[in-house]
C-alpha cells in the first residue's frame, strides 16, 4: 500500500510538470486593444461627420501599419492594435459635386489630418478625432525634389546638385512668371541631442519661410505647357563633370540644362555663377553662400508673389536679435508643399501643416544621391497625371538616382 501512495504522488508531480512545462512553451498572444478615429469636415463645412475619409494608422516604434475607412458617422474603427506610439492620418478627396454641397463652391478638394504621438498603452475604448482641412488641388506641383547630395570616390560630401522639378498637372498652359520656390523653417528631426522642432509648429495656417525665390517676368513671359516642367537647381551645371569633385561622376545629375538656378549674389564670388542658366529673383535670403536646404530633408513650398509679402516677417522665439526673423506666408496663397524628414519617427518634427501637406518622406541618410519623386496616377492621351492628394508620404517615391525631367510611366 505504501509503495502504491508513493507511485500515485510521483504520477501526480509529473502531471503537474507537464501542465508547468506546457504552459511555458505555449505562445502568449500579444495584447492588442482598440481604437475608434473621428473624423471631421472642416467647421465651416455642411455637415460634420467625413464618410469615405481613408483613416491610416502607424506605429512609430513597430513600423506597422493599418487603414480602415470612415462609416457614414465619421467612424474608422480598428479592434486589435498593439500597444505603442501611433502617427494617425486621414484624408478625404472631394470630387467638384461633392465640394459643391459641402462648401457651395465648385472646386476640388483633398482634405487632411494628421495626429503624430498619440499613445496607446490600454485605454479600453480609445478614441482620437481628427478634423480635415486643406485646399483647392493645384494645377502646378512639386514633380521632383533632390535634397539628399552625394558622396565622392574619397568619402566627401558633394551637395551643390540639388534641385526641384515642378510640373504642369493641369490641362492648360499656365504662365509662372512671378512664382516663388521658398525652404520652409524648422529642423528634419533630431539632428543633435538638443534639437527641438520649429517654434511655429502650432500655426496650423501658415508656413514659415527661410529664403524665397522667384521666376521674374511680367506675367505673360514664361508659359509652362500641360505636361512639362521646370528645373530650378541650386548650381546649373554639369556636375558630372565637376572636376573639383573627382568620383561624384556617377553618383549626381546634369544640371547644364536646368531652366533656373539660385545665384546668390556675394561680393566674396563664392557662389558661381552658371552662364547658361537664368537666374531666378532672390526676394529674401538667410542662408550662406548658397541655397543649400536640409541634406536630412527639406520642406518646400511653391506660391506666386504677392503685395507686402516681405513685410510679414516674424521673429523666432528666443533667438538673438541678430538672427534673421523668417516670412509668414498663408496656408491659402500655397499652390503646393512637399516635406522630407530624417527618418520615419521623425514626424514630431512636421513644419508644413497637415492642410498643405498630410504626411513626409525619409531616406534615414544623407549623401545618398536618393531623391523623391511623385507618383503616377494616369494617362490621359499621351499626357501623364502625376499623384496629388496633398499627402507627400502617398505622392512620393525615393528613387535612386535622381532623375531631372523624367517621368513615371505607370
Keep these: 500500500m505504501k509503495s502504491l501512495k508513493v507511485l500515485l504522488l510521483l504520477s501526480l508531480v509529473s502531471i503537474a510538470a507537464m501542465q508547468f512545462s506546457s504552459c511555458q512553451n505555449s505562445p502568449t498572444e500579444a495584447q492588442t486593444f482598440p481604437l475608434t478615429v473621428r473624423v471631421q469636415f472642416p467647421a465651416n ?11 491610416r494608422v502607424r506605429n512609430v516604434e513597430s513600423g506597422t501599419r493599418d487603414s480602415a475607412t470612415t462609416n457614414t458617422s465619421g467612424e474608422a474603427r480598428f479592434s486589435r492594435l498593439l500597444p505603442g506610439t501611433y502617427e494617425i492620418t486621414a484624408t478625404r478627396a472631394l470630387s467638384a459635386t461633392e465640394a459643391q454641397s459641402l462648401t457651395g463652391f465648385s472646386v476640388e478638394q483633398n482634405l487632411n489630418a494628421v495626429r503624430t504621438g498619440f499613445a496607446l498603452r490600454g485605454t479600453a475604448d480609445s478614441v482620437v478625432t481628427l478634423q480635415l482641412a486643406g485646399s483647392p488641388v493645384g494645377n502646378l506641383v512639386i514633380k521632383e525634389c533632390y535634397w539628399t547630395g552625394a558622396t565622392t570616390r574619397n568619402g566627401g560630401f558633394y551637395f551643390s546638385d540639388q534641385f526641384h522639378e515642378i510640373y504642369n498637372n493641369s490641362t492648360d498652359t499656365i504662365f509662372v512668371d512671378s512664382l516663388c520656390i521658398a525652404d520652409v523653417y524648422g529642423p528634419s528631426g533630431q539632428i543633435n541631442p538638443g534639437t527641438r522642432p520649429t517654434e511655429f509648429q502650432d500655426d496650423r495656417n501658415n508656413v514659415y519661410v527661410n529664403s524665397i525665390w522667384m521666376i521674374p517676368g511680367t506675367g505673360r513671359q514664361r508659359p509652362l505647357l500641360p505636361g512639362q516642367s521646370i528645373i530650378i537647381a541650386q548650381d546649373g551645371i554639369n556636375h558630372r563633370a565637376d572636376t573639383a569633385f573627382v568620383g561624384v561622376e556617377n553618383r549626381t545629375v546634369d544640371l547644364s540644362r536646368a531652366d533656373w538656378e539660385t545665384f546668390n549674389e556675394r561680393p566674396d564670388n563664392r557662389d558661381a555663377d552658371a552662364p547658361n542658366v537664368p537666374n531666378l529673383t532672390r526676394l529674401y535670403f538667410t542662408g550662406g553662400f548658397d541655397w543649400l536646404v536640409p541634406v536630412f530633408g527639406p520642406g518646400i513650398v511653391i506660391f506666386r508673389a504677392f503685395p507686402n509679402m516681405l513685410a510679414d516677417s516674424v ?50 541618410d544623407t549623401y545618398s544621391s536618393k531623391s523623391g519623386r511623385r507618383k503616377f496616377a494616369r494617362r490621359v492621351g499621351t499626357r501623364i497625371i502625376l499623384q496629388d492628394t496633398n499627402n507627400s508620404g502617398n505622392d512620393f517615391d525615393i528613387i535612386t538616382p535622381a532623375t531631372p525631367k523624367q517621368l513615371p510611366q505607370q
Design 315 to 364: 521673429r523666432i522665439p528666443g533667438a538673438a536679435p541678430t538672427f534673421p526673423p523668417r516670412i509668414r506666408i498663408p496656408n491659402t496663397r500655397i499652390i503646393d508643399a512637399f516635406e522630407a524628414l530624417q527618418n520615419p519617427q521623425s514626424g514630431g518634427f512636421k513644419r508644413v501643416p497637415a492642410a498643405l501637406d498630410a504626411g513626409f518622406v525619409s531616406t534615414s
Design 45 to 55: 463645412y455642411a455637415q460634420s461627420a467625413a464618410a469615405g475619409a481613408t483613416v
